[in-house]
Structures are given as structure tokens and as C-alpha cells.
């Protein structure tokens, strides 16, 4: 196993210390954001030393490369855009404060997702449908290094797939703008121009987002180490643990107990930077 080693913007005294404290023998470049610890040995201070040095690292198999993967999946609240939808929303009513604690106590994996998709969409009900549009034209963004990671994955040949808790409103307009291959949310029920309080159709929740990501799997004919998959919360848990990579992005802890990898420190793009080839 060959530890990595990426940030935004690495340090080199950090990176050194690094070094040092795992007894690496050389240290070899990957990308300007990533470098690969060659022989570097497993150590319990490793995890504070990369926090204090604002680096993100991940242990991983020799000549792993991006060429390996077929499938790349995603989150897209506070993984792959920089808000919760739900609540932007909800703040046009009044409502975000409520709202994003209901949301917030569902990432941490303290409520059912179901039961909370259920309560913070009631209290939509009767909002015009134009706050969608509100939402997504001046308060979405996009996190950092997602238009980079897209396009590196589209020159690798990597299918990818966008699939959210959240709404189709917004899943489909990403789908367009950063060219996912497939695209899977909750449908909002509107009626005369107003949101009903209801959706459409079945839930997309954590385990329909995995059956999503394993349903896409085996129609492109790839093995699981052959998937990643990208996330934030407890949500994305059974989509994590279906993937042979699984990314918590910037998640919380629930999270990043069963990731692969985390990136705190990194853009979206780090996923690119920590393999390497012709990522651009």
C-alpha cells in the first residue's frame, strides 16, 4: 500500500513532517495537489499530523489508477453543490431554521431520512414554484474542483451518476450542465404552480441511492472495486459501502467511519489528484 498525501494547496514543511513520521523513503509527485509517500509506514499520529498541516491522506494499493474505475456516483447537498436545497427553499417560507435542523439531525443519522423528507417538505406546501428557481440561479454553487472532477472522468471514460435525497428540479439541471450520464432524486408534486408538500413516486433515500449505484453497476458489466462513490452524510452510507471507493467529502462523522478516504483539505477534485493519470 502506497500512502497519498493531497490538499488544495500543499505545504511543504507539512508535507515533510509527514514524511518523517512515517519513515517514507522518497517522496514522489503526482500532481501540483498530490504527492505518493513511497514506503511509508503506518503510524498512530498520522491522522493529527495531516490535520495540523491541512492535508488529507489515504492509503492505497500499488498501481491503483483512475483507468481502473468504470462508475463514479455522487451526492449532490453538500457534496457536489455547497448548500441543502431543502432549506434554501424552506427559507422562503420562513422556515429555514427548522428546517435545516431537521436536515442537519438526518445527515448526523439521528432521524430516519424518510420521516424527515416527509416533515421538511410538508412545510413547503403552498410556496410558489418559482423559489426553485430562486434556489438554484443565486444561491447554488457548485464545491470546489466539481467542474474539474466531471470533466476528468469523462476523459477516462468514467460513467457518472448523480443521486440525491434532494429534488429532481435540481438534479436534472446539473445533469446538463456538468454532462452526468444519469441522474436519480425526489420528485416535488406541484399543482397550479404550487408545491403540494408532497412528492412524487417512491423516495429516493440512502438505500435507493445504492440500489441505483448497484443497479448501474451491473449494467455496465463492472465489479464493485470498479465504483466510486461520493458523499456527506448518513444518507450515503449503504451507496459508500456498495462502492469499491467510497469518498466522504468535507462529511460528517457517521460518514467517514465506513469512507475509504476522507477530503477535508481538498477540493472535489482531489479524487482525480489522488490517482493521477492524464487528469489535466
Known amino acids: 500500500m502506497n500512502l ?29 495537489r498530490s504527492f505518493r509517500l513511497l514506503g511509508a509506514r503506518p503510524h498512530e499520529g498520522l491522522v493529527t499530523v495531516c490535520a495540523e498541516g491541512g492535508l488529507d491522506h489515504v492509503w492505497l494499493p500499488e498501481g491503483r489508477r ?101 429534488f429532481t428540479y435540481f438534479t436534472e439541471r446539473l445533469k446538463q450542465r ?4 444519469y441522474a ?14 408532497k412528492v412524487i413516486g417512491d423516495v429516493v433515500d440512502g438505500e435507493a441511492k445504492a440500489n441505483h449505484l448497484v443497479r448501474m453497476r451491473d449494467e455496465l458489466g463492472l465489479k464493485p472495486e470498479q465504483v466510486i462513490a461520493a458523499g456527506d452524510g448518513a444518507n450515503d452510507i449503504p451507496m459508500l459501502r456498495a462502492a469499491g471507493f467510497g469518498v466522504a467529502f468535507h462529511a460528517k462523522p457517521v460518514l467517514r467511519d465506513v469512507a475509504h478516504c476522507c477530503l477535508d483539505h481538498s477540493g472535489l477534485d482531489g479524487i482525480l489528484d489522488l490517482f493521477g493519470n492524464d487528469v489535466g
Not at 101 to 106: G, L, R, S, V
Open 4 to 32: 497519498v498525501v493531497l490538499a488544495a494547496d500543499v505545504d511543504s514543511v507539512a508535507l515533510k513532517n509527514v514524511a518523517k513520521l512515517t519513515e517514507t523513503r522518497e517522496i514522489q509527485q503526482i500532481t501540483p
Open 184 to 197: 436519480y432524486a425526489n420528485e416535488l408534486e406541484v399543482i397550479d404552480g404550487k408545491l403540494t408538500g
Open 66 to 166: 483512475l483507468s481502473d474505475f468504470g462508475l463514479f456516483v455522487t451526492d449532490m447537498d453538500s457534496t457536489l453543490i455547497n448548500i441543502e436545497c431543502i432549506d434554501e427553499i424552506a427559507d422562503m417560507q420562513g422556515l429555514k431554521r427548522e428546517v435545516a435542523a431537521i436536515t442537519e439531525a438526518a445527515m448526523q443519522g439521528e432521524i430516519d431520512f424518510r420521516e424527515s423528507l416527509t416533515r421538511r417538505v410538508a412545510l413547503l406546501a403552498g410556496l410558489d414554484e418559482r423559489a426553485l428557481a430562486e434556489v438554484f440561479d443565486h444561491r447554488l454553487q457548485l464545491n470546489p474542483g466539481a467542474e474539474r472532477l466531471l470533466q476528468g472522468l469523462q476523459r477516462a471514460g468514467i460513467r457518472s451518476m448523480l443521486v440525491s435525497g434532494g
Open 178 to 181: 456538468l454532462g452526468f450520464d
